[in-house]
């Protein structure tokens, strides 16, 4: 998104639109909608969940929730999509974090149901994997969930460390792993040989 403008379309003029475009009380069809790029906004989500506009921090939850409904990813680019616009924001990493898990069952019937920072709730499965990006030089583990249309909540670290209480070994791809099982798959998370 970099060198695109900043454009006249406010957060105001779109929570307005995305308001009336979700009324019916369900996730707004954003992948329907395909109206003219109008340009970047101003508003960033940082790593930790915080939404900014125009540099401050948006203090009202039910806004927050209200963009959240309206966010598209098409390729590496976030938007905020409603039917007569589209706008570019930033996004540090993903852009929901997984503030808390539910665990039912264990071992390969174990279901995990995560819920996010913008009050989305998502139970890992073969359509909403887990997947774990370790830092090439710490080695530093970053979880993420799939919750919905190439949007993903990082599972923060009070989370993580209560899933790698319940995690198991397992074999994938010929090798002993350690990982979570939910939804009847097996998310692979470290090498069990590292472990050792």
């Known amino acids: ?18 308001k009336a ?3 019916s009380g ?12 109008c340009g970047d ?9 915080t939404w900014f506009y125009l540099g401050t921090p948006i203090g009202r939850p039910a806004l ?29 990493d993903a852009p929901f974090v997984a503030v808390d898990f539910e665990a039912e ?3 390969a019937g174990q279901s995990l149901t995560f819920s996010t920072n913008v009050g989305d709730t998502v139970t890992a499965g073969p359509d909403n994997p887990i997947r774990v990006i370790r830092d090439p030089e710490t080695g530093e583990p970053s979880p993420y969930v799939l919750v919905r249309a190439n949007l993903e909540a990082l599972i923060d670290r009070k989370s993580f460390y209560r899933l790698v209480d319940i995690g198991a070994h397992a074999e994938h791809a010929g090798e002993s792993w350690f990982g979570l099982w939910s939804g009847g ?7 069990s040989a590292e472990l050792r």
């Open 1 to 18: 998104m970099s060198g695109q403008q900043i454009v006249t379309p406010s957060a105001e003029s779109i929570a307005a639109t995305a």
């Open 21 to 23: 475009a979700a009324k």
């Open 26 to 37: 369900k996730l707004p069809p954003v992948h329907l909608w395909n109206p003219p790029f």
């Open 41 to 49: 906004l101003d508003m960033r989500i940082a790593r930790d969940g």
């Open 64 to 92: 927050v929730r209200l963009f959240s409904t309206i966010l598209r990813r098409d390729g590496d680019d976030y938007f905020l999509v409603t039917p007569v616009e589209k706008v570019g924001i930033t996004v540090e």
């Open 105 to 107: 069952g264990n071992g």
């Open 185 to 191: 798959r097996f998310f692979p998370v470290i090498p």
